[in-house]
């Protein structure tokens, strides 16, 4: 992939947005390896609730046990291969297959063949055939999975990622929640467009969102077709594929947003300030939690909203957008977080249908028989990178690149090594 993604002159082949080949081998190389999100613990808080997933385009099934131990299995019987569970989620002690009635408990055993002494006559080993699980953990509440076995571990993925990762989800004491339920809308685009945008794109917001600032509707109301350099705000390339876009002039735009709203939602946001000061000290709690990737396909939108892409094929990735806030905010404060979530980033919110339509564009050039000879141009803020002393990761200028090129780089390193050990990994480098 080297030949096709290429860091230092920022150009990458757009072939890789369309190329079926391509798919396949990321769907084996990048979801089949890659510690990918599939929930939240508080979608399955109580023994045998169950909530699906997907690791690439393969179904999942995220359940919590009847002990209270998280699973991730493959949503596939292991009979002829109908999907074991059919509802989005609830909760059941067990999985009866619709086709021939095999049956799996929440710990993914093999529980009930019909037959199974007079068909079978007891010589089936029904150990053998339980659910086929993946490898799972959770970082502060997100739950990830992983199929490949000599996958580093989670913390170790994330790397940087974590410290960055905090301001959003280590808010407050008592942690955070999902809210039930998920806006689940298919967009015409290659998976990686929309993940190299929340990865660093701040230079589209002005253009693609123009019309939302006419309105008010990023905070003040502005007409910023205009790009300028954003002093107070840092794109920050968290390696491994991870990017993250900060900002130190206040409080994220959901958290100013619902200042204004006043009674008992401002008054929340203005005690919940203080203790996020002190649970993240001073210098980090000014990086206040803004757009975040977590490679290869996860976006934080801010901190409050989580989405799930999820590939479809070269040209179709499907999201699955939650609404994700403080699990002891009152229920003024979380009404509020759902109705903007719909209203700016839900599947007809108006953020979502700017940005769409532009990527289903740009992911499309690369089918087009003269188009494909041009490469994608990632060149902006090359060579201009610095380390900070008070913040991990590789730091640029907003109006910068460098995200964009880091997760492509990742890409392309994942893609072309035949293992994990062959990966270099950026390694954590914060201590607290
Ligand atoms: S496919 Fe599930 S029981 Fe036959
Ligand atoms: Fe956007």
Redesign the pocket.
């Known amino acids: 992939m080297k030949s096709l993604v290429n860091p230092e002159t920022g150009m990458i082949d757009r072939r890789i947005l369309t190329d079926r080949d391509i798919y396949k081998q990321e769907l084996e190389q990048v979801f089949g390896r890659c510690w990918i999100v599939i929930g939240h613990e508080s979608l399955i808080s109580n023994p045998n609730d169950f909530h699906s997933g997907y690791i690439g385009e393969d179904p999942i099934l995220m359940t919590r046990d009847a002990k209270g131990k998280t699973h991730a299995f493959l949503n596939m019987?292991?009979?002829?291969?109908?999907r074991?569970c059919r509802a989005d989620y609830g909760n059941a002690p067990s999985f009866?297959?619709?086709?021939?009635?095999?049956t799996f408990a929440t710990d993914g055993k093999l529980v009930g063949?019909?037959g199974y002494k007079e068909a079978y006559f007891e010589e089936l080993d029904r150990s053998q055939w339980g659910l086929i699980e993946a490898s799972c953990d959770s970082y502060k509440g997100i739950v990830f999975a992983t199929w490949d076995k000599s996958a580093p571990s989670l913390v170790d993925y994330l790397g940087d990622a974590a410290w960055y990762l905090d301001l959003i989800l280590d808010r407050r004491a008592g942690g955070t929640e999902l809210l039930g339920g998920m806006q689940r809308h298919m967009m015409a685009t290659n998976w990686k467009i929309p993940s190299d945008n929340i990865a660093g794109d701040s230079t589209h917001v002005p253009v693609t969102h123009g019309s939302m600032g006419m309105i008010g509707a990023l905070g003040s109301r502005t007409r910023p077709t205009t790009l300028s350099a954003n002093p107070t705000s840092v794109n920050v390339y968290a390696g491994n594929g991870h990017g993250f876009i900060g900002k130190y002039d206040g409080p994220p735009r959901e958290v100013n947003e619902g200042m204004n709203i006043g009674g008992v939602v401002a008054e929340y946001y203005q005690q919940h300030a203080a203790e996020f000061k002190r649970r993240m000290g001073e210098a980090r709690a000014n990086q206040m939690g803004g757009p975040t990737n977590i490679f290869p396909s996860t976006a934080f939108l801010g901190t409050s909203i989580v989405r799930m892409r999820i590939p479809r094929s070269p040209l179709k990735t499907e999201e699955w957008t939650y609404c994700l806030v403080d699990k002891d905010a009152p229920r003024e404060v979380k009404a509020d977080q759902k109705r903007r979530l719909t209203f700016q980033s839900g599947a007809s919110g108006i953020m979502e249908s700017d940005d769409s339509n532009n990527w289903d564009q740009v992911s499309r050039s690369g089918t087009f028989w003269k188009a494909k000879e041009y490469p994608v141009n990632y060149q902006l803020g090359l060579g201009r990178d610095k380390r900070s002393e008070m913040m991990p990761g590789t730091l640029s200028p907003n109006l910068s690149e460098t995200n964009q090129r880091g997760f492509y780089a990742f890409w392309a390193e994942m893609m072309d090594a035949s293992s994990w050990s062959q990966v270099k990994l950026s390694p954590k480098t914060f201590s607290k």
């Not at 009866?96 to 095999?102: E, F, N």
Request: aromatic share 12%.
């Open positions: 019987c292991r009979h002829r291969g109908n074991v009866m297959c619709t086709y021939h009635g095999w063949v019909p």
